[in-house]
Nanobody, 127 residues
């Protein structure tokens, strides 16, 4: 397991943008698939996006497709969130699993296999 840390959350007006970052202290993320999840009060956790270093695949939930973009470098994975809506308000978590044999094209079926989690960062979209 790796220790993940998210940053970049905050309060933003509808239509605004935020960029979330996910990193692992002292480690590169080259060998991990990273998923972004979110959980709003009273709702189930939702898998938002995924990036796998093994095949370069990505995944976006329908609710964020066209508005969110996942990217990565050796040490960090980013979630650029544009055109934010009030319904995007949630605690956002990044999570990791070994990238070997991991393709994000089947992210919904892999959600429960991510075994390293960050502490979460709050995103609030409100006027």
């Amino acid at each position: 397991q790796v220790q993940l840390v998210e940053s970049g959350g905050g309060l933003v007006q509808p239509g605004g943008s935020l960029r979330l970052s996910c990193g692992a202290s002292g480690l590169t993320l080259d060998y991990y698939a990273i998923g972004w999840f979110r959980q709003a009060p009273g709702k189930e956790r939702e898998g938002v996006s995924c990036s796998s270093s093994s095949d370069g695949s990505t995944y976006y939930a329908d609710s964020v497709k066209g508005r969110f973009t996942i990217s990565r470098d050796k040490k960090m994975v980013y979630l650029q969130m544009n055109s934010l809506k009030p319904e995007d308000t949630a605690v956002y978590y990044c999570a990791a699993r070994p990238a070997i044999a991991t393709t994000c094209s089947i992210f919904p079926s892999l959600r429960d296999s991510f075994d390293s989690w960050g502490q979460g960062t709050q995103v609030t979209v409100s006027s």
